[in-house]
C-alpha cells in the first residue's frame, strides 16, 4: 500500500473516546446516534455521559451484531493488534504480507471510517484503539476461541513461566542470553516477527513438527501434549513455538502463527458483498402480469376465509390463538397447505380485519374494518394487504414451531413477532431491485449476500469455528428462515412474479432503491410515507387487474362457468344459489337440490332465480336447471316445522304418513297430534335437518305461521385497530430528533467542561453557600449577564451541577438561560445548594 493512499492522519490525539468525540462535527454526532441508537435513551448529558454509554456491553455488542462481515473481520483485526495500532499495522493484519490489493484497501478505508464513526474505534491513523469492551470480547481468550483463531501473544503466554526456563527456550532457539525474563521475552518476539530469522528457524524443524504448526495454524491454536511428548513436539516446546498454558496443554503463540499465516489474520477475507444472481429471467410485462394475477388470488382468498368465518369462526384458545384442529379446517376449506393458511390468517390479523370478538365465549370474527375494507377497489385492497405484511412483526413461518419454553406457537397466538421481520423483508425486495427488470434470486445467492450485510448472532463475539466462513453450511439462523419466508410469501400476495419484483412491488418500497453495499438500517417509515407508497403501487397495479364481469356461462350439465371475477352482487347471489366446485383462471359452481333449497330459504322465489339467471347468463338457461329450480320449489315449504318443542304441519295427510313409515325418522321420535300435524321430541333444527336427511323438503315457519327466511348473519367483533408492530430496542430516530439531541448534548458538554474558579472543599462537589450569599450573587450576576455555576437538587432528591446565566431573581426563584440544558427555565432558591463563579 502506498503512502498516498493512506488517509490524513489528524493533528491533534484525542487521549479518550470522550475527546474523540469532542473533536467530532455534528453531523458525525448525528450519524452515531443514528446508527446506535440506543445511546439516545436517556439523551446524554454530556459528551463524557455519551462515550461511557457507548462503551458498555450492551450497547458494544449490539453495535458489533450490526455490523457487514468485513468491518466485523477489521473489528477482529484490531483485537489481536497491538494497542494502539497504525493503520499500516492494521493492514497488514488484514491484507497479510502480499498487500497491494486495491478492493481490500479501498474496503478497509470503509470499515475503519464505518467503526470510527459507530465509536468502536477511535485515535489518529498513528494510533488506532479498538474501544476496550470490544477488544475484551474479540481478543482471544482461553475460555473461548478467537473468531481470527490466534492464540495469546508470547508476552501473554509466558506470563508465569520461570526465568530459567525463558532463557532455555532463548538458548534452543539460537538467540543470545538476556539478563531478565522481560528482555527474554522482547527477544522471542523479535525472533517471530522477523520473516527471514523465523523462516530460517522454520527450514530447520522437523517434517512432523511442521505438520503440527499447520494444524494449528488457524485455530484452535491450542493442542494436548503428554508429560512425556514425542521427539517432534519437544523441538517445538523446546524453541517456544509451543507454549504450555495449563498441564497437558500447549498453545501456538500469536507472532509465529502470524508468520506461518503470511501476516493475515483471516483465512478467508470478504472485502466485498458476494453480488445476488439471478435464477431466470423474464420479461417485466410477464412478471407484472403474473403479480397481478396472485395479487387478485390473494384478494379471493381472504375473502373466502372470512367468508368462511362470517357466522363467527373457531374459538380462541386460553392461551391465544387458533387450535391445531381450526387451522386444518381452515386449510382445507382454503385448498392450501396449513403453513400458507397460517399466512393468510396472520395477513389478515395483521391488517385488522381479524380479531376476537372479546365474547364470553370468546371467538375470531371479522372486524368492522373488514366491511370498509371491502367496498374499496381491488387495487386498494390489495395495497392495504401489502402495507400491513411489509411492516407487521408477527412472522407466520414460527408457526408450528415450538418456543423457548417448548411450547408451541399457534397462528393468532403470542410470541410470534420478531422485530427483525420489517427490516429484512424489506431488504430482501431491495436486493431484488439489483437484479435486471424480470430477474428472479437464486435463493443461495440472496442469503449468502444477506448473512454478509448481517452475519450470524454470534460471529460478533467468538460464536463461529475460527477461520472458517460465515457461510459455510450451518443450520439456518433465524434471518435466514425469514428471507427464505419472505420470498414465498411476497409471491403469494403479488408483489413479485415467477420470483421477480413487479413493478408495483417496487412502489411499494418507497422510492427506486439502489444498491446498497453495505445494507445499512434505513429509518422506518412514518404512516404518511407508507401510505403514499401504497397509494403509488396501487396505482400501478389496478390497470393489470381484471375488471369484474357481470356474466356467467350456463351448461347443461347443471353448471355454471365464471369466465373471470364476478362483480360483487353477482358473486354474493351466485354463491348462495351454487356451490363452488373448482377454482382457478374460471370458476365453476354447481347447481344441486340443496343449494337451491338455500337460495330459496334466503327468500328467494322461483320466478326470482329465473330472473335472475336470464339477466346474467350468456347463454340460454338450460332446461335441466329450470326443471331443477322448479321442482325444488314445488316441494319448498310444503311441510312446515315449528316450535312444539317441534311440530311437522302438512296439508297432505299421505306424505305425513309416509314420514311416519319411514325407518329413518325414529330418532325424530315423531307421533301425530291431528291429520295434517306430527309432533317431534327433536329441537326445530335437528327436525328440519333430519326431514332434509330423508329427501323432503320442508320449510321452517314463525309461531305466526309465516315462512322463516333464513339467511347468515354476518358476525362481526368489536371495533379493534391492526396490532402495532413490536420492535426490540428504540426506535430509529428522525433527523429532527437526532438534531435536537445533539444541540442538547452539546450544550450540556460545554457547561460541564466550562473553567471555575476553585471553591472550598473536596475538588468536583457541588458548590456550597449560604441562602444570603447564594442570593446576593444570583442579583449580582443578573446585573452583568455573566453566567454562574449552581449545585441544584431535584423533587426526587437527584443532585446535579448546571451553569446558568441568571436573567430575573424574584420570588424565591431565578429564571435563567440554562447552559446544560440549552433553554430558560426557573429553579427554585431553596433547592440551589451553591453558587460560585466561572474562571475567566
Sequence with gaps: MSTDEQPQRPADTPRSLAEALRSRDDASLGALLHARPDLLT????????????????????????????????????????????????????????????????AALRRAVATLREQALLWGADDRLRLVRTARELLAPAPQYPSPTGLGPTVAEATAGMSPNRMQDIVAAAGLPSTHDAVSAVRSLTELFTDRTRMSALLDEAPAESVEVLSRLVWGPPYGQ???????????????????????????????????????????????????????????????????????????DTIEELLKDWDEGGPTVL??????????????????????????????????????????????????????????????ERWSVLATAWLTATRTAGLIGGRDGKDRTLSALGPHLDRSSAPEIRHRVLTLLTTLPDGASPTPESMLARLRWEHPPRGIATGGTSPGSSPNSAAPLELRARIAQWTLSEAELLGVTGRGALSAHGRALLGSESEDDPVGTAAPRPSPAELAASGARAARLLAPLLPEPLDHVLLQADLTAVAPGPLERPLAETLSVLADVESKGGATVYRFTPGSVRRALDAGKSASDLHAFLAAHARTPVPQPLAYLIDDVARKHGHLRIGAASAYVRCDDEALLNEILADKRSQGLRLRRLAPTVLAAQADPGALLEGLRGMGFAPAAESAEGDVLITRAHAH?????????????????????????????????DLASTAPRKATPGKAGALPRTTAAETLATMQAAVLTGEAVWIGYVNAEGSASQRVIAPIRVEGGFVTAYDHTADEVKTYPLHRVTGVAELAE
Excluded at 69 to 98: I, K, M, N, S, W
Excluded at 724 to 734: C, M, R, S, W
Aim: net charge negative; hydrophobic share 45%.
Design 716 to 748: 362481526r367483533s368489536p371495533p379493534r385497530t391492526a396490532p402495532e408492530p413490536v420492535h426490540d430496542g428504540p426506535p430509529l430516530a428522525d433527523a429532527t430528533l437526532i438534531g435536537a439531541a445533539v444541540r442538547a448534548i452539546r450544550a450540556g
Design 318 to 379: 386460553r392461551a391465544g390463538g387458533l387450535s391445531v384442529r381450526d387451522l386444518k379446517r381452515t386449510a382445507v376449506a382454503l385448498d392450501v397447505p396449513e403453513p400458507v393458511a397460517a399466512f393468510w390468517v396472520e395477513l389478515a390479523y395483521a391488517a385488522g380485519l381479524v380479531a376476537s370478538d372479546g365474547a364470553p365465549d370468546e371467538r375470531y370474527a371479522a372486524t368492522p374494518a373488514y366491511d370498509d375494507w371491502q367496498g374499496l377497489p381491488p387495487a
Design 42 to 105: 436517556p439523551v446524554p448529558n454530556d459528551l463524557s455521559q455519551l462515550a461511557t454509554r457507548a462503551a458498555t456491553r450492551a450497547s458494544v455488542v449490539r453495535a458489533l451484531e450490526r455490523l457487514d462481515r468485513f468491518c466485523q473481520q477489521v473489528a477482529e483485526a484490531l483485537a489481536v493488534a497491538p494497542e494502539p495500532a497504525t493503520y499500516e499495522e492494521l493492514h497488514a493484519l488484514v491484507a497479510g504480507d502480499e498487500g497491494g490489493d486495491p478492493t481490500v484497501d
Design 225 to 299: 501434549v503428554t508429560a512425556d511428548p514425542a521427539r517432534h513436539l519437544r523441538w517445538l516446546l523446546d524453541r517456544g513455538l509451543l507454549l504450555p498454558t495449563a498441564p497437558g496443554t500447549v498453545v501456538l503463540p500469536r507472532e509465529a502463527a502470524l508468520h506461518l499465516r503470511a501476516g493475515r489474520a483471516h483465512r478467508v477475507l470478504e472485502p466485498v458483498p458476494p453480488a445476488v444472481e439471478a435464477l431466470r429471467e423474464h420479461r417485466p410485462q410477464v412478471v407484472d402480469a403474473a403479480a397481478a394475477s396472485q395479487a387478485y388470488m390473494a384478494l
